[in-house]
């Protein structure tokens, strides 16, 4: 069995990077600073059904991810979560709140609905978190 992007993340998401353990994807919501960790491990549905070797590096990968997002203009809390009650594939949500956003201060999921990245914006995100 090989790795395959769930069709549900890859329709919500923009490629970012191959880190060496997971798919670094950036969720297409203008509103939020957040990118999605995905291992690429075949069949991942719990953090559990990774090797101790691969949620070590899951850990590191969210550290990492988690510092991108925090140094991004006015992001003041990151929010983590592996909740996968609708993409039952295995990943990690590391997104930014900012005073003010639209879903303050509860959750974002379910909120509302998403407002797509203009290309230029989303691209140049993209190449931030890259040289990153």
């Given at each position: 069995m090989t790795f395959a992007l769930h069709p549900g993340l890859a329709a919500d998401t923009a490629f970012i990077a191959d880190w060496p353990l997971c798919r670094v994807l950036l969720m297409n919501d203008a509103r939020y600073p957040w990118l999605i960790l995905v291992p690429r491990r075949a069949?991942?549905?719990e953090i559990?059904?990774?090797a101790a070797s691969d949620r070590s590096m899951l850990?590191?990968?969210i550290t990492r991810a988690s510092g991108v997002v925090r140094g991004l203009p006015d992001v003041i809390k990151l929010n983590i979560g592996a909740l996968g009650n609708v993409v039952p594939q295995l990943h990690v949500h590391v997104l930014?709140?900012?005073i003010g956003d639209p879903a303050?201060?509860?959750p974002v999921w379910g909120h509302s609905?998403?407002?797509p990245y203009?290309?230029?914006a989303r691209d140049g995100l993209i190449a931030l978190v890259r040289s990153l």
């Open positions: 069949g991942a549905v559990m059904d990774l850990m590191e990968e930014g709140r900012r303050g201060p509860g609905p998403a407002r203009e290309a230029s």
